[in-house]
């Protein structure tokens, strides 16, 4: 069962940039199994599986993200709850490298009948500012050698099919600052509150879905200090690469504007492009479909921004696959449906059997 690797992984620590501990656990996890495991440069777990007489066939790549979206101060212990295990983390995305591995260890003992090769890797910067830093190096390193990309994340019953773009901005206002009556400087934090009045004013279209979000925001020192400096992060999606475009350079209008009418400069940095627009689903959907119905679960589409948006600019078939139960994600009370977990790994080996039963191009 998966629950055998579930606790461990969600009580590793990894924070977005900070994955090795989780990585170094998974690498072990997967030795010990009998398993090959490799390290690349940007910290990705890999592992290939090609049988004799698979060589040169395209690959299909399964990948789970090692990271997180908490601290590492942030305390991780998971709580058994009967049905429920409960803690930050625990769904999202231990619970998806739980089936994966779990899934490496059902095959050393029933291997499945391997047609091409099956990789398997345990990815860095999924979350937050991490940009899909670990799928993309993965698909830009090996594209040649792909034939498909699964990214093994999300609820089990949800495919995601399209991938929404995603630009990110870190705002930085800098003044002079200075003593709150003994100067007349201008201030960092009145650019910060016209940015982000700017920001909510601007006209997003409803068709198709384009949002906007000023997810951080902090500057100054004191209260009797002019504020010298002050930074905000943004975030524009969209289902559509022109109104990305669009809403991308009116944002930067305005973050320009904020600070030139509030008299200080601006430091603005592009800190995540993630690519949008269509996965090249193909044959994956249909097998996606067969895997749910194997678990007897009807498959719900989604758009979203996940691993597989990495795959859109490749031309990749690529899909994202959910296998567990849960709720209150990216929240610290996140909890995971122990039940649920074997019907996503059984989901999970389906998919994989019948992208191998495929036939050869």
Request: charged fraction near 20%; aromatic fraction near 4%.
């Amino acid at each position: 069962m998966p629950l055998t690797y579930l606790t461990r992984i969600a009580q590793t620590p990894a924070p977005t940039f900070q994955e090795e501990a989780r990585a170094e656990l998974i690498a072990r996890l997967w030795s010990d199994l009998g398993y090959v495991t490799e390290r690349d440069e940007v910290g990705n777990v890999l592992t290939r599986i090609t049988p004799p007489g698979t060589e040169g066939r395209p690959a299909l790549l399964l990948a789970a993200h090692l990271d997180t979206v908490f601290g590492g101060q942030t305390d991780v212990t998971v709580h058994d709850e009967g049905q429920r295990l409960r803690g930050p983390g625990v769904g999202d995305n231990s619970a998806s490298l739980a089936v994966v591995t779990a899934m490496l260890r059902d095959f050393r003992t029933a291997p499945p009948l391997l047609r091409r090769p099956l990789w398997v890797a345990a990815n860095v910067g999924e979350e937050g500012l991490g940009d899909l830093r670990g799928a993309k190096h993965l698909l830009a390193a090996h594209r040649p050698q792909l034939g498909a990309f699964v990214a093994v994340d999300g609820y089990l019953g949800v495919a995601v099919t399209q991938a929404v773009g995603v630009r990110r901005y870190r705002a930085q206002f800098v003044g002079p600052g200075g003593h709150s009556w003994g100067d007349q400087a201008p201030s960092a934090l009145h650019a910060l509150g016209l940015a982000i009045s700017g920001l909510y004013a601007l006209h997003l279209p409803a068709q198709p879905r384009t949002t906007l979000n000023v997810g951080t925001a902090a500057g100054g020192n004191s209260v009797n200090s002019i504020a010298g400096q002050a930074e905000l992060l943004l975030d524009l999606r969209s289902l559509g690469a022109d109104e990305l475009a669009a809403l991308d350079s009116r944002a930067q209008d305005v973050l320009h504007r904020a600070a030139r009418d509030a008299g200080v400069s601006l430091r603005l940095e592009r800190v995540g492009d993630r690519p949008g627009g269509d996965l090249h689903t193909g044959a994956l959907l249909g097998m996606a479909h067969a895997a749910a119905r194997e678990v007897r679960v009807d498959l719900r589409l989604a758009a979203s921004s996940t691993d597989a948006n990495a795959a859109a600019p490749h031309v990749l078939p690529a899909l994202a696959f959910g296998v567990y139960r849960g709720g209150n994600a990216h929240r610290e009370d996140e909890w995971v449906e122990k039940r649920s977990l074997a019907p996503g790994l059984t989901a999970l080996k389906r998919l994989v059997a019948l992208y191998q039963a495929a036939p050869l191009a």
